[in-house]
């Protein structure tokens, strides 16, 4: 699996063109990139993979956001 910024680079995008295409800020690719988005937003996810070409699960970065947003919607078991 790929991180955003080895999908960025395998399409040969800069950051501001991804952003540009996507419709997100260069400051929202950067921070996605570098680790410092604590939450992504899954409409952010859907315009960057768009803009990619590629499926949101396909993102590093977006499966682990993912696999996170569903484990805290999961119902709670008790023992």
Same mark, same amino acid.
């Given at each position: ?6 999908? &960025?680079?395998? *399409?040969? %995008?800069?950051? =501001?063109?991804?952003?540009?295409? /996507?419709? $997100? ?17 899954? &409409?952010?996810? *859907?315009? %960057?993979?768009? =803009?990619?070409?590629?499926?949101? /699960?396909? $993102? ?20």
């Amino acid at each position: 699996m790929k991180s955003l910024r080895e999908w &960025r680079n395998t *399409r040969v %995008l800069g950051v =501001a063109e991804l952003a540009t295409r /996507a419709g $997100v800020s260069k400051t929202t690719v950067i921070n996605i990139e570098h680790g410092r988005s604590r939450e992504i937003k899954r &409409r952010t996810m *859907r315009r %960057l993979s768009e =803009a990619l070409g590629v499926e949101a /699960a396909d $993102v590093a970065e977006f499966a682990a956001a993912l696999e996170q947003s569903d484990d805290e919607n999961a119902p709670a078991t008790s023992a």
